[in-house]
């Protein structure tokens, strides 16, 4: 075996420490300070598969909990090509040239396969990523403890005890990821293109109804036409949509994000958005519906995790699968008795 550079024994050293000596108050005020780096390892903790890690997690959570929320939360969904990450490049510029702090996370429950494949690619959000003001996390790989979409609702949590006051969740446009997404943001913005039917852009009806704007993308050279047309067009379909409990009337802009124009008008919709939420009561009683879903998910992660660390139900687990292959027993019955015998063990527990 060869001998360790000097390099690699600097990142062991680097991952011992980081592994051993910050606590949890170490870490909690570095995230409180602003600190990326701390911010990071928080967020790794919370992104954990490890149940040591969980735990230290939820403890930061916890102290982070009263200094967060202070911010608006913007999910943005769209097909892939649409321009996501060119519109959040210019968006998070656009912002924090403004003074703002912006923080981008991600998130694609729906596939094991893509593990932090969106905006783990370096070479997405280029500027954005070397700008001090703006921090960028990649997805979380399907492996968090907590699953993926708590992972995200918490490190929203750090980002805005760590002074980000513009967190944006980004979503791959397929299936179940927006509904997530939109059960933890305030503001809800679809990206979307002229010049392809709603079926070419594979978005469903319900996405565009949770939309609190449709921002056309792409609208510069010879494009500008075609977007001002589907902006009418997409501008009458929304109004066919029921009134949203919000009673926000969902607007439709056009922008360019590699030109960067109308990125000011996107910006005002989002605080006229935020202000009437306010003024109506809308914001901080959507805030509490989902901190209640929040609740039940954590009670749902939290009982299936206690079942599958269970020891005993570990090793039963490799008969009831041969059972079923087997024929010996159905799925619903090996559910029932597996966690019949859940409920005696832990029973004797206590
Ligand atoms: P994502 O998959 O939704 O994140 O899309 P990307 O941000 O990677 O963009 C896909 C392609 O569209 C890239 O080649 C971008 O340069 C291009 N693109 C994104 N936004 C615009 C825009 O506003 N105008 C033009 N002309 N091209 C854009």
């Known amino acids: 075996m060869t001998e360790k550079s000097a390099?690699?024994?600097?990142?062991?050293?680097?991952?011992?420490?980081?592994?051993?000596?910050?606590?949890?108050?170490?870490?909690?005020?570095?995230?409180?300070?602003?600190n990326t780096n701390f911010l990071s390892k928080a967020i790794t903790l919370v992104e954990s598969s490890k149940p040591s890690h969980h735990e230290k997690s939820q403890q930061i959570i916890?102290?982070?909990?009263?200094?967060?929320?202070?911010?608006?939360?913007?999910?943005?969904?769209?097909?892939?090509?649409?321009?996501?990450?060119?519109?959040?490049?210019?968006?998070?510029?656009?912002?924090t040239a403004k003074g703002h702090?912006?923080?981008?996370?991600?998130?694609?429950?729906?596939?094991?396969?893509?593990?932090?494949?969106?905006?783990?690619?370096?070479?997405?959000?280029?500027?954005?990523?070397?700008?001090?003001?703006?921090?960028?996390?990649?997805?979380?790989?399907?492996?968090?403890?907590?699953?993926?979409a708590n992972a995200t609702r918490e490190s929203i949590i750090l980002c805005e005890a760590a002074g980000y006051d513009v967190i944006i969740?980004?979503?791959?446009?397929?299936?179940?990821?927006?509904?997530?997404?939109?059960?933890?943001?305030?503001?809800?913005?679809?990206?979307?293109?002229?010049g392809a039917g709603d079926e070419l852009q594979g978005i469903k009806r319900g996405i565009m109804e949770m939309a609190d704007s449709i921002v056309i993308n792409k609208a510069d050279g010879d494009n500008v036409q075609a977007s001002k047309n589907a902006k009418r067009e997409y501008q009458n379909a929304l109004h066919l949509f029921p009134q949203k409990r919000s009673m926000w009337s969902p607007k439709v802009k056009t922008c360019s994000s590699t030109e960067g124009t109308n990125l000011d008008k996107i910006w005002a919709l989002i605080e006229k958005y935020k202000d009437q939420t306010m003024k109506n009561g809308y914001f901080g009683q959507n805030r509490t519906r989902q901190a209640k879903n929040w609740m039940h998910e954590n009670i749902n992660v939290m009982l299936k995790n206690r079942f599958y660390q269970n020891q005993l139900i570990e090793n039963e687990i490799p008969h009831y699968e041969s059972k079923i292959a087997d024929k010996e027993l159905n799925p619903y019955k090996a559910a029932k008795e597996l966690i019949e015998l859940f409920d005696k063990s832990t029973k004797n527990e206590t």
């Open 7 to 34: 390099r690699e024994k600097a990142i062991d050293r680097f991952r011992s420490k980081s592994r051993t000596s910050y606590s949890i108050d170490n870490i909690v005020n570095g995230v409180l300070l602003g």
């Open 62 to 95: 916890e102290k982070c909990l009263p200094k967060s929320g202070n911010s608006i939360r913007v999910g943005i969904t769209g097909v892939p090509g649409v321009g996501k990450s060119t519109f959040i490049e210019a968006f998070g510029g656009y912002l």
């Open 101 to 148: 702090k912006v923080a981008v996370l991600a998130i694609d429950p729906s596939s094991s396969m893509s593990r932090g494949s969106i905006l783990g690619d370096k070479t997405r959000m280029n500027k954005l990523s070397k700008n001090e003001k703006a921090f960028i996390r990649p997805s979380p790989s399907s492996g968090a403890l907590g699953g993926v």
């Open 169 to 194: 969740v980004e979503t791959v446009g397929v299936g179940q990821s927006e509904t997530t997404v939109h059960g933890m943001v305030d503001f809800f913005l679809l990206l979307m293109l002229s």
